[in-house]
Each structure stands twice: as structure tokens, then as C-alpha cells.
């Protein structure tokens, strides 16, 4: 067990311009549970496969517990990586697919066998031990691929969207079991998503992704809070937030035909930069449902009622046309408007999450 | 009502699984085959047609030197052939040369695959130079062996053993056999080569990476991971390459005409002396046949062999 760091890790792909993860520092405790998150082609795999000493590190250095592995070769840095595709040895046994790397360590046999075992008991694989994967279900793969990782005893576990070849059922289980596994083992665990509700649950903290570059790295709850920009913001959350521009004249932004206040350090950090304008997002549980003197009006787009919530997604009346609607706000399920109504709504004060239209950043 | 849906829907589709061909009337039938029996009948003609007069031949004493004597005979020819010193040295020298052609050019291709499957300057170059043997008209290269590379006075072979200070060796007399195995090596490793090329580039990089992170180096990989992952398509190679190897006999007729004495007499190429040397067209039918049915043993194998790898493929 140790912790792991990202010292200004850079990879540049060969033949690209553009590094592909651009200065990445991260620092994981030990024992810490890091989920990498961010859209496709942020260069969260490549960060994980940096990690693993599959991908070339081309500046900076990284570190598990003291060694430098920046240059190490993958097996020398006793790290167990799970797949997305598993990589289960497919002409092996299940026995014989978790019991591979430390054959490899030169285990002795007895000592392989007991871990095998041990890891077969604590992931319910005992009666699947002489099977070879063709002959397995998604989801005892999936587990087939943990127990590879677990029998080692590494130092960290790498997991590169384990989940994402299950069903959606297995994945919402699945997903609680390793977050459970891993803190009853201990073991520091840097894991890639694309899915930010995995994130947000498995995480001890979570990092953010976009173009090869951090843009965040918090507790879950830190992120949904203080977005550190507008795109974490839109990012973190389901249904997400919509942030869009509005014009701002003596300290207040012009919300359709409702003035909201922005607080003193906005408006000082917003005359400093020089704009007219604010980004401004808001969570869909801090916007009411209102009566027609108290908030803007809002053109209804989408009612979606899941059951325990209930999202409507409107336009702001007023507003410069915007694509898709530019609000969202949770009500009450008992009386949804209609699609095409006007209804008022009203943001907690406070509660709006402002942004620098220039550069995306918090102001706050 | 509701259980008795679901009781009968998992029987319903597991009857299902293989679909009927659908029904078609007869005249939908013979317009779907009409177009097909051209060739059907040329692919009669020309191979099952042949092939029964060879097993008729082969049940007749017939000797074209002696037209009068043309008479059924049973498996006396079969029995000949069985029994004859001749044809059996025959056999064991078809056994050696393609046992030994299909072990070499088999080595030699999983090391040049192996190496092809690595990415390097002109790949792409040093590929297509390696399948050229097996481009080459086989009686081109038999001739080419026997001049420019097998001749005791100017053939490269000798020049490049001059060079590291051995004396002259004439080949094709002293050594028939090993020269038409490294000639016949020369012609097949290509084949080889590219069958295991196209199995170690179907092999997923995500499996090679987690042998990496397990710890493995690079022989351990390849005898652990990649050999077994080959395994299906080296056999389908070896039993592919049998087929043709045995059926050997232009380098032979070019190189050695079988020689010195009957050292390098393979089956073909004892059929074709009894045919048109002795004339014996009874016993070289019944030899033909023979051969045909070894064939499709091997052929059988390999049949097999094909199918279950596509089976493993879905």
C-alpha cells in the first residue's frame, strides 16, 4: 500500500500537437479511493495507462509511495490494472488467470493456491475456479479480472471503466460492491469513468478531466458545491447544470425580466475583468416553482418525472435565444405543469453559481 | 395464462434457434439453382469425372506398352502397390519431406511473423520481399535452386560456404534430401509466415498489456499467452501446408528426377514414373488413389481444424 503522485506528468502522442494529458499533478493518499473523470478523449485512460507503464511518460515524474516508476516497466511496479475488456487469458482456467502474475512473482505453489482461494471466497468465485472465462457471464468477469488484482497485493489498483460492459442493473451493484471492497482492503485505487454518477459514488475524491488537463480535483461533495469552473460545473450533476450568459448592469444580471443580485466579489471581479456579462448556472434544487409576482417566467420544454423526482426543463422568457432549454428546476411531482405552459420560477439566494464569461472560472 | 406464456417462451425460442429454410415452390427452387449448375457441372467434369477413371484404371492390369493386355484384375494393383519395395520407399520419403519441410517452414515463420508484427522502417517492404517465394512459379524456383543456388561450380550456396572457408559440396548428389527440404522450406515459410501473422494480429493488445502489468517478460508472454492464443492457427497452417507439400513434384522432376537411386522418389513423383516410364497404368492408378485418400484424411483434420477456430471466433 502507498500513495501514488502525478508530478507535471505530461504525454504527448506522437505526430500530435497537443499533449494528450498536459502537466497532471495529483497527489493520492494512502489507501485513497481516486476516480478520473471527464468525456471521451480527456485523457483520463492515458493518465491511468501512465500510471501503469503502458504509456510513455514524456515529462515529469511518477510516483508510488517513494520509488520513481516514471520509467519502470509495468511489472516492476506492482500495480494490478482491470481492464474494460477484463483481458482474461481466455485458454485459462479461472484458477489459473488470477494465480498468472504471481506465478510470474515466482509465489511458491501452496502460497498461490491459498491466495487464489482467498480471493475466490471473498468475490463468491469458489465454484468457477476450473472454468476458463468463455464459459462465464459478464458480471463473473468482471469479478474474474478483481480477483486477478486482488490476489497480488499490490500497491495500487488501476481500473480503467470496469463497469462499463455490464448491464445497467449489475453496474449500479457492482459499483457498490468494489467501492466497498476497496475500503475494506485498503488498497489506493486510481479508477477511470466517463459516467459522472460512478464518480460521484465511488470516489473519495474525484478529478476532472477536459482536453488533457485538471480541472478539478475535490470530494464529490466539493465538486457539486464550488465547481471550479463551467464546465465541472455542467459536468458534475444529474440532470446537469445549464449555465448560460446574461447581460449585467449595476451589480444585477438580467435573468429574463427578473433582476437577480450577484454578490459584492462578483460584481468587483466581473468590473475588474472588464465584462458586461456572467455565466450563471443553477442546481435544479435551487430553483422553486414560484407564483407569477415572484420569479421570471419560463417557458415550459420537458417535464421528466423519475418517479422520486420530478425535472422541468424550460426557456427563460426574455432571454437571447439559447439551444435547448436553459433551465432546470425540481418540483413538486403532484403538480407538474404542462409543455407550452409559462410558469415562475424563482433561485434561492445564494445559490446561483457564477462564472467568468471569458474564461469559465469561478467567481465567487 | 401469464405463467403459461412464460413457461412457453423459453421452449419457443430454444426450438427456434435454428431457423427452417424458408418453403419455396419447386420452380423458385431450380430458378435459385439454374445459374449454379454450369458450374457445378464443370466442377463434375473436371474433377469427379478424372477421378473415377482413375479408380477404374486402377482395378484393370493395363501396361500401355502391351495394349492387348487390358483386363480386370480386383485390387490386385492395390495389393502390388502395398507390397512393392518401390512405392513404399516412396511413402517414407513423401513422410520425410513434408515432415520436415512443414517443421522448419513452420519455425521459420513464427519467427519472421513475430517479427513482422512488431512495428519497424519499411515494414511494409520487408513483408512483400518475404512472400515473394511463394509467388514464384514452383517450377521457376526448382530451376533457379538448381542453377543459381545448388550448382557445385557457381551456385551462391558453395560461394557463400567458400567464404567461411568450406570446400565444394555438391548438393544435389550428396545431399538430395536437405537440399529439396531447404528448397521446399524456401518455397513454404511465406505461408507459414502469414497464416501465424494473421492470428498474432487478431490477438487483443488489452491481454498482451495485462500480461505486462502481471509481470510477465517477453518469452513468458509469448510461450503462455501468444503460443496458446496461436495454437489453432499454426495447426491450420501445418495441415494446410501438408496437403500441398505432399503433392510435391516439380523441384523433384526438375532437381533430382527423384535421385540418386530413390532417395528423393516422393508419391507423386513415383505415379508419374510408373505411368509414363513403365507404363504401368493399373498400378499407377491404384497408387493415385492411394494418395487421394491419405489426402482426405489430412484434408479432414484440417476441415476441422478451420471449423473450430471459427467457432472460437464467435
Known sequence: ?364 | MTTETLDAAPSATRTRRRPEPPRRTAAERWRRRGPLLPALALTILLTQVPLLGTVYYSLRARNLLRPETDEFVGLANYGTVLGDEYFRTAVLNTLVLTASTVVLAMALGIALAVLLDKKFLGRGVVRTLLITPFLVMPAAAALLWKHAMFNPLFGMLNWALSVVGIGKVDWVSQFPMPALVLMLTWQWTPFMMLIVLAGLQSQSTEILEAAKVDGAGPWDTFRRITLPHLRRFIELAILLGSIFIVQTFDPIFLITQGGPGQATTNLPFAIYQTTFRAFEVGEAAAAGVIVVIGTIVIAAFALRVISSLFQEES
Do not use: W
Open chain 1, 1 to 364: 500500500m502507498a500513495t501514488v503522485s502525478y508530478e507535471q506528468a505530461t504525454r504527448v502522442y506522437p505526430g500530435t500537437g497537443a499533449p494528450a494529458v498536459d502537466g497532471l499533478d495529483i497527489h493520492i493518499d494512502d489507501g485513497e479511493f481516486l476516480v478520473l473523470v471527464g468525456p471521451s478523449g480527456c485523457g483520463k485512460s492515458t493518465s491511468l495507462r501512465m500510471l501503469a507503464g503502458l504509456e510513455d511518460v514524456d515529462q515529469g515524474t511518477i510516483r508510488i509511495g517513494d520509488r520513481d516508476v516514471t520509467h519502470l516497466a509495468p511489472g516492476k511496479r506492482d500495480v494490478a490494472m482491470v481492464f474494460q475488456s477484463y483481458a482474461l487469458y481466455p485458454h485459462m482456467s479461472v484458477a489459473e488467470n488470477m494465480g498468472f502474475a504471481l506465478e510470474m512473482a515466482k509465489v511458491s505453489k501452496d502460497e498461490r493456491v491459498r491466495r487464489v482461494r482467498e480471493a475466490a471466497r471473498i468475490l463468491d468465485l469458489e465454484s468457477y475456479l476450473g472454468r476458463k472465462p468463455k464459459a462465464l457471464s459478464g458480471g463473473q468477469r468482471q469479478r474474474v479480472a478483481m480477483g486477478r488484482a486482488i490476489v497480488r497485493q499490490p500497491q495500487a489498483f488501476l481500473m480503467d471503466e470496469p463497469l462499463s460492459n455490464l448491464d445497467a442493473k449489475l453496474r449500479v451493484s457492482t459499483r457498490s460492491q468494489i467501492a466497498e471492497l476497496q475500503r475494506r482492503l485498503g488498497v489506493t485505487t486510481v479508477y477511470v469513468t466517463h459516467d459522472q454518477v460512478e464518480a460521484m459514488t465511488m470516489g473519495d475524491r474525484v478529478a476532472v478531466l477536459k482536453d488533457g488537463l485538471l480541472q478539478q480535483c475535490d470530494t464529490p461533495l466539493g465538486l457539486y458545491r464550488r465547481p471550479a469552473n463551467a464546465f465541472v460545473a455542467g459536468f458534475i450533476g444529474s440532470p446537469a447544470m445549464k449555465i448560460r450568459e446574461f447581460t449585467v448592469t449595476d451589480g444585477h444580471a438580467r435573468v429574463g425580466e427578473l433582476d437577480v443580485a450577484l454578490s459584492r466579489s462578483v460584481v468587483d471581479q466581473l468590473a475588474a475583468e472588464d465584462a458586461t456579462s456572467v455565466l450563471l448556472g443553477f442546481r435544479p434544487e435551487s430553483v422553486d416553482l414560484v407564483g407569477p409576482s415572484e420569479g421570471f417566467p419560463v417557458t415550459v420544454r420537458l417535464v421528466e418525472e423519475l418517479g422520486a423526482d420530478t425535472y422541468l426543463y424550460g426557456s427563460i422568457t426574455g432571454a437571447a435565444e439559447f439551444d435547448g432549454p436553459d433551465i432546470v428546476a425540481r418540483i413538486d411531482q403532484d403538480r407538474p405543469p404542462r409543455i407550452g405552459d409559462t410558469v415562475h420560477l424563482r433561485v434561492r439566494p445564494g445559490q446561483e453559481h457564477a462564472f467568468s464569461p471569458a474564461t469559465g472560472v469561478r467567481l465567487a
